[in-house]
């Protein structure tokens, strides 16, 4: 496994992360795959390790952003394969944000109210 191929999807709140978890799990994505990081989940070293991982700084900083305003994080790890699928699935259950890191680059999907017709 490539230690940056990894799926990070935004939540606005716990219910909806447990959602996102279930989603996945339900789908066949390993829960020993799965994590979650939200305020009273000790922050700091978990949003810390994403950078240690290879996620670009600055994704790492919006992370810790979105934490900050009480949002959940729902990141999946594994191969490229299983974080694209990863990422597809978490599409279904609408994040507020969605990243795909693979090689310390980010694909990022924008905020639906970003999206212009």
Known sequence: M????CVIAVFPDHSAAEAAVKKLSG???AIDQLSV???GYHVEEKV???Y???IPKDS???YETEIGA???LVSAHGTATEALRAKEILAE???ALLDLHHGGKATATPRPEAVED
């Open 27 to 29: 789908a066949g994505v």
């Open 48 to 50: 810390v390790g994403f």
């Open 93 to 95: 259950v609408k994040p």
């Open 60 to 62: 790492v900083v919006r």
């Open 2 to 5: 490539n230690k940056a191929d």
């Open 70 to 72: 009480d949002g959940f």
């Open 52 to 54: 240690n991982i290879g």
């Open 37 to 39: 990081v939200g305020k």
